[in-house]
């Protein structure tokens, strides 16, 4: 046996060479965390035992399109020329054959796939292989020896694997630890994730029913009466309009948004009772009394997690769940999970409302109490504009106004004393806001949306959606007593009948979204991964049972892209990339990356400093687009009160914030109120953008014909060119003649000249028929 043979054995003696198997701790995890639940009824344990049977019998395949390879760099600070002193230099042509066989042979690639190398991942890691073997300076010694051995005919090509398996375990380092990831991405027993929440039995009562039914009002009955409770809903508006009923009934309550803490105690010691936006409620406190409300969005593609944690996670004596019947199985079969009992209470509608037999066709049938729904901001811009002409006036609402904004519109719509009897509003009315409405009219049935995938699509609007909104229509607290719902189109009219004539859909499962610590261990095993690949890679290997589902998390890679080359710390970085922006909006993202970069430079973000960004002070809007700008400015003020919450010493004047952002609120009231005057003035830059555009795009259509005309005129007007001698270079100097009507008078004249030209064409041919 040669030298070189043997210290390639000794070198593959201290080689560890681990084969990745499968793992079913998870499984047996879960199926241990189920031996001890309760059946509520039978129906739902065959269904909870069908659904898990059914998920965890097939593994989630991985996708390795994720796994990014690591640059591998060379070992020959301390390996040295090691390898070429015991052997000799190996000739890289012959190097190319022997690893393009090993590429090829069937066999080799079979094992890699055992070692969890599939096609992609086995052909990335040869083509970094190779490149390593190729074009670095010097090798392992031990490899080189190998491929030395191999060329000389003293070794087998087979003998590659073990070092090719190395290098590709340096660029996937996910390989090694695979078995890890997946138990840490496992999310098929998420109740078991609120410890405290399991250490007790809780009471579930589910209030049933549809809008205006009074189900929430019970439930805040039970709330107010407790000695400790709070309340989850899914907007601010619902959040303080408890925290201002609560307080007015004696109950001393605080308040609880990502932008906003209120504490009624004057020292700032906590309340009792608390208010709160869904994804803020604490799941460690411990109340006498909790109010989910709106569970229907549990199944929401993006927020539904928030209410999976605070339906498994609350650790409360009393859990008063809200929503639509609809709900009411499938929180049955999440309790069941749980061990914990469903106790439903159904309730139904306190004011009826009817579907018209007719559309309204045309603005001109509007009544007072009417309010239009539309689906994009574009068509509550062309509807209010229609409106003021024909001389009424209209209250609006959308999405994206500040919250002051809209109670001030809702006041001006419900005021009995006011001339505005019109309400134009987008499906934002759905919830949050008490309205006199006396007709729902839909302008269109189509809304665009976002599936579970994060594409986007435009589907017509479901039954759930069609209720939410139809049901603002004759409110039992407003001077309405019934309601009436129809659409705009006739056309529309029997598909409207068709959606609300069919049962809501029932839900069939919850969100989930991975927390910060598991993205942390995630970043432990993968300390050179990306934060957007980290989720990409958590989400392909997340486990989850038939009961639920990822959420979408297309924002937060979206902002986690946009901040990646701004170094942070990971614990900061996935904070900022949980913030609420509208990613749509080109100065909130700017707005966002400035945030970042200031943070990262460890400099607080001051009043001043923020008031330099946004050019403040901001004036009242000239038009639309000014109008969009500040409601953008007021969402980058929402986002400095967010992280101010998180960071309160590098965002430290959060109280002076709040004071301009209640000043731009009053101003975009104002522009609000105006709104036709808005739309007015952008329809007239519009009109004269248009034009411009028109007299550019003829002039390049007959700029050839142009050409020619004008230089015959050029030669013609070369005799009227006044000189210091002339008659119009007198008329000029003396005041008697400007130079606008001289050029007139020129194009006059060459007209005349043109047409006396023509004329006398004409009149040479008729002298040649003659003749």
């Known amino acids: 046996m040669s030298v070189n043979r043997c210290v390639y054995l000794l070198s593959r003696c201290h080689i560890r060479y681990r084969v990745c198997a499968s793992t079913s701790f998870s499984t047996t995890a879960a199926a241990a965390n189920n031996t001890s639940t309760t059946l509520p009824t039978r129906r739902t344990s065959e269904k909870f035992s069908r659904r898990h049977s059914s998920s965890d019998s097939s593994s989630k395949p991985l996708d390795t399109s994720l796994f990014v390879p690591l640059t591998v760099k060379s070992d020959e600070a301390w390996d040295g020329a090691i390898g070429a002193e015991l052997t000799q230099p190996l000739d890289k042509g012959e190097i190319l054959k022997v690893l393009n066989r090993f590429y090829k042979r069937?066999?080799?690639?079979?094992?890699?796939?055992?070692?969890?190398?599939?096609?992609?991942?086995?052909?990335?890691?040869?083509?970094?292989?190779?490149?390593?073997?190729?074009?670095?300076?010097?090798?392992?010694?031990?490899?080189?020896?190998?491929?030395?051995?191999?060329?000389?005919?003293?070794?087998?090509?087979?003998?590659?694997?073990?070092?090719?398996?190395?290098?590709?375990?340096?660029?996937?380092?996910?390989?090694?630890?695979?078995?890890?990831?997946?138990?840490?991405?496992?999310?098929?027993?998420?109740?078991?994730?609120?410890?405290?929440?399991?250490?007790?039995?809780?009471?579930?009562?589910?209030?049933?029913?549809?809008?205006?039914?009074?189900?929430?009002?019970?439930?805040?009955?039970?709330?107010?009466?407790?000695?400790?409770?709070?309340?989850?809903?899914?907007?601010?508006?619902?959040?303080?309009?408890?925290?201002?009923?609560?307080?007015?009934?004696?109950?001393?309550?605080?308040?609880?948004?990502?932008?906003?803490?209120?504490?009624?105690?004057?020292?700032?010691?906590?309340?009792?009772?608390?208010?709160?936006?869904?994804?803020?409620?604490?799941?460690?406190?411990?109340?006498?009394?909790?109010?989910?409300?709106?569970?229907?969005?549990?199944?929401?593609?993006?927020?539904?997690?928030?209410?999976?944690?605070?339906?498994?996670?609350?650790?409360?004596?009393?859990?008063?769940?809200?929503?639509?019947?609809?709900?009411?199985?499938?929180?049955?079969?999440?309790?069941?999970?749980?061990?914990?009992?469903?106790?439903?209470?159904?309730?139904?509608?306190l004011t009826p409302f009817s579907i018209s037999n007719h559309a309204v066709e045309s603005l001109d049938n509007l009544k007072p109490g009417d309010c239009i729904v539309c689906f994009s901001k574009n068509d509550i811009y062309s509807i209010s504009r229609q409106i003021e002409i024909r001389g009424l006036e209209c209250a609006v609402i959308y999405g994206s106004l500040p919250p002051g904004t809209k109670l001030a519109q809702a006041k001006k719509f419900n005021d009995p004393d006011d001339p505005c009897k019109i309400l134009v509003a987008t499906d934002a009315i759905g919830m949050g806001l008490n309205l006199s409405i006396r007709r729902i009219i839909f302008n269109s049935l189509v809304k665009p949306s976002v599936n579970e995938k994060g594409e986007k699509e435009l589907d017509t609007i479901s039954t759930s959606q069609a209720l939410q909104i139809a049901g603002r229509a004759g409110r039992f607290s407003s001077v309405y007593k019934e309601g009436e719902v129809t659409t705009m189109l006739r056309d529309d009219l029997t598909v409207l009948k068709e959606i609300l004539g069919k049962p809501v859909d029932p839900i069939a499962m919850a969100g989930l979204h991975p927390t910060a610590e598991q993205i942390e261990m995630f970043a432990y095993h993968l300390p050179h991964a990306t934060l957007s690949n980290l989720i990409?890679?958590?989400?392909?290997?997340?486990?989850?049972?038939?009961?639920?589902?990822?959420?979408?998390?297309?924002?937060?890679?979206?902002?986690?892209?946009?901040?990646?080359?701004?170094?942070?710390?990971?614990?900061?970085?996935?904070?900022?990339?949980?913030?609420?922006?509208?990613?749509?909006?080109?100065?909130?993202?700017?707005?966002?990356?400035?945030?970042?970069?200031?943070?990262?430079?460890?400099?607080?973000?001051?009043?001043?400093?923020?008031?330099?960004?946004?050019?403040?002070?901001?004036?009242?809007?000239k038009n639309i687009k000014d109008l969009v700008h500040l409601e953008a400015v007021h969402d980058v003020l929402d986002l400095y009160l967010w992280l101010s919450y998180r960071f309160m010493d590098m965002f430290p004047d959060a109280n002076l914030i709040r004071e301009i952002q209640k000043e731009l609120d009053g101003i975009i009231q104002v522009g609000v109120r105006n709104i036709t005057r808005l739309i007015r003035a952008t329809e007239n830059q519009s009109a004269a953008a248009e034009t411009t555009a028109s007299v550019r795009l003829s002039d390049s259509n007959t700029l050839p014909l142009r050409r020619g005309r004008a230089l015959k005129a050029h030669n013609q007007r070369k005799e009227l060119r006044p000189t210091d001698s002339s008659l119009s270079s007198r008329l000029l100097r003396d005041g008697l003649l400007t130079k606008e009507l001289l050029e007139q008078l020129q194009r006059e004249w060459v007209r005349e000249q043109s047409q006396n030209g023509d004329d006398s064409v004409s009149t040479n041919k008729g002298k040649r028929k003659k003749k």
């Open 106 to 349: 069937k066999e080799m690639q079979k094992l890699a796939a055992d070692q969890g190398l599939d096609a992609r991942l086995f052909h990335q890691a040869f083509v970094s292989f190779r490149k390593y073997v190729l074009e670095m300076n010097s090798i392992n010694a031990d490899l080189h020896i190998i491929l030395n051995d191999i060329c000389c005919g003293a070794g087998h090509i087979d003998d590659i694997f073990p070092y090719f398996m190395r290098h590709a375990k340096q660029i996937f380092p996910m390989l090694d630890c695979i078995d890890d990831l997946r138990k840490i991405s496992d999310l098929r027993v998420p109740a078991n994730w609120y410890p405290e929440a399991r250490a007790i039995q809780r009471k579930i009562v589910f209030h049933a029913g549809p809008t205006n039914s009074g189900k929430t009002y019970h439930a805040i009955q039970r709330y107010l009466a407790a000695k400790s409770g709070v309340y989850c809903g899914p907007l601010k508006l619902l959040a303080h309009e408890i925290y201002e009923k609560s307080n007015d009934a004696g109950v001393p309550c605080d308040l609880v948004t990502g932008e906003e803490r209120i504490f009624v105690d004057p020292e700032g010691r906590p309340s009792g009772h608390i208010a709160s936006t869904i994804e803020m409620c604490s799941v460690t406190t411990p109340y006498e009394v909790a109010v989910i409300d709106e569970i229907q969005m549990i199944k929401d593609p993006s927020r539904g997690w928030a209410w999976t944690r605070a339906l498994l996670g609350l650790c409360a004596e009393e859990i008063h769940v809200c929503g639509e019947a609809a709900a009411v199985e499938f929180v049955t079969e999440l309790m069941f999970t749980t061990g914990e009992e469903v106790e439903v209470h159904n309730y139904k509608r």
């Open 536 to 621: 990409d890679i958590f989400v392909s290997l997340a486990q989850v049972d038939g009961l639920y589902f990822v959420c979408n998390i297309d924002d937060f890679k979206f902002l986690a892209d946009m901040i990646q080359h701004i170094p942070l710390n990971l614990r900061s970085r996935y904070v900022f990339c949980t913030a609420p922006i509208n990613k749509k909006q080109p100065f909130v993202c700017t707005s966002f990356l400035k945030f970042a970069r200031q943070f990262s430079r460890d400099e607080p973000l001051t009043f001043d400093w923020v008031c330099r960004h946004m050019n403040w002070p901001l004036a009242p809007p």
